[in-house]
C-alpha cells in the first residue's frame, strides 16, 4: 500500500467528501427546517400501569423535510447535537410542548428529551422557566428526560444543574437506564424522580425469564430511593402482567400507542371553554 503516495488518497477522498458535502447540506437544511417550522413533535402516551389511565405523554420531534418526507429523530439528533444546533431545537422542543400541553387537561404531564449539549448550554434554565410560565402551565406538568450516559462526562455542573431544575419544580427522569455505563452511582449522586427502563430489558418480558431478575431489581432500587419506574417498549400483555406483578408505575410503548400528533389523541383536543 505503501509508495502510492495520492494515489491512495484520490481513492479515499471522493467518498470522504461526500460524505461531509451530505453533513454539510443536511447541517443546512435543519436551519432552513429550524426557521421556516419544519419540525413538530408527536406523543406517546405514558400509562398508568394498575389502571391503565394515560397519565402524560412523551414529546417525540418529527422534521417534516419538504422533499425528504417525514424524518426521524435518530437520523438528524446525532448530527445536531455535534453542530450545536441541537440547542436551539431542544430550545423550540420544550418550548412548543408546553405550548401543547397548556391546552391539554391538568392531570395530564409532558416529558421531554434533553440532550447533553442542551444540558451544558447557559440557556437551558431560562428556556425551561420561561416556557412554563408564558404557558401558564404548572412546573410539576412538565418532565425532563436525560438519559445516564450524559451524567458520565461532567458530575459537578450536571448535579448542581439538575438540583436547579427540581428547584424550579419540574420533575427530572432518567432515560434508557441500563444502557450505559455503571448507572448506580448517578442514583446516589443525581436528584431523579424517575427510572425509565430501557425497551431492551422488555424483550420476552414474561415469555422467558432472562430479563425478570433485572426489572425486579430496578423496579425495587427505584422503590427504596423514592423514585417512580415507567418501562419503555411495551408491546405486548405478557409484559403488561410481569410489569402490574412487579409493581412498575408506568408504561409506554406500541401495545398502547406509537407517537402522533396531539390532535390524534381525543383527549388531547382543545377543551375550549367550559358552558
Ligand atoms: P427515546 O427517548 O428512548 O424514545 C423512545 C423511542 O422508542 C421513540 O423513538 C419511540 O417511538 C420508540 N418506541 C416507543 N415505544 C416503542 C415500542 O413499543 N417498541 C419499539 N421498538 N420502539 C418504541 P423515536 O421517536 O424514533 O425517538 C428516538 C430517539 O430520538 C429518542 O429515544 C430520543 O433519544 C431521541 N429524541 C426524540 N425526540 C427528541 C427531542 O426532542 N430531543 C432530543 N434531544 N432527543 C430526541
Ligand atoms: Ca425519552
Ligand atoms: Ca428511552
Ligand atoms: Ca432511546
Known amino acids: 500500500a505503501k509508495g502510492r503516495g495520492r494515489g491512495v488518497f484520490s481513492h479515499f477522498e471522493p467518498g470522504m467528501d461526500e460524505a461531509a458535502a451530505a453533513r454539510r447540506e443536511l447541517e443546512m437544511d435543519m436551519r432552513v427546517g429550524l426557521s421556516e417550522g419544519q419540525f413538530e413533535l408527536h406523543y406517546q402516551p405514558l400509562i ?69 449539549a442542551q444540558l451544558r448550554s447557559t440557556g437551558l434554565i431560562s428556556t425551561v422557566m420561561q416556557a412554563i410560565a408564558e404557558n401558564g402551565v404548572a412546573p410539576d406538568r412538565l418532565e425532563l428526560e436525560i438519559t445516564e450516559n450524559v451524567l458520565l462526562k461532567d458530575n459537578a455542573v450536571h448535579g448542581a444543574l439538575l438540583h436547579k ?40 418480558l414474561g415469555e422467558s425469564d432472562e430479563t425478570l431478575p433485572i426489572v425486579r431489581a430496578v423496579i425495587a432500587l427505584a422503590r427504596a430511593m423514592g423514585m417512580t419506574t415507567t418501562a419503555e417498549g411495551v408491546e405486548n400483555e405478557h409484559q403488561m402482567r410481569v410489569l402490574l406483578a412487579e409493581g412498575c408505575d408506568q408504561a409506554q410503548g406500541y401495545l398502547f400507542s406509537r407517537a402522533r400528533p396531539a390532535a390524534n389523541f381525543p383527549e388531547l383536543r382543545r377543551a375550549g371553554p367550559q358552558a
Not at 387537561?105 to 440532550?115: D, H, Q, W
Not at 450505559?180 to 425497551?199: E, Q, T, W
Open 165 to 204: 431544575l427540581r428547584g424550579l419544580g419540574v420533575r427530572v427522569a432518567l432515560d434508557d437506564f441500563g444502557t450505559g455505563y455503571s448507572s448506580l452511582n448517578y442514583l446516589r449522586a443525581f436528584p431523579f424522580d424517575k427510572i425509565k427502563i430501557d425497551r431492551c430489558f422488555l424483550k420476552g
Open 48 to 116: 398508568d400501569v394498575p389502571t391503565r389511565r394515560t397519565v402524560a405523554y412523551e414529546a417525540l420531534v418529527r422534521w417534516r423535510h419538504p422533499t425528504r418526507g417525514m424524518v426521524m429523530p435518530d437520523l438528524f439528533i446525532p448530527l445536531a447535537e455535534e453542530t450545536g444546533l441541537v440547542v436551539p431545537l431542544g430550545d423550540w422542543v420544550i418550548r412548543r410542548a408546553c405550548e401543547e400541553m397548556a391546552q391539554w387537561p391538568e392531570y395530564l404531564r409532558v416529558a421531554v428529551n434533553l440532550s447533553p
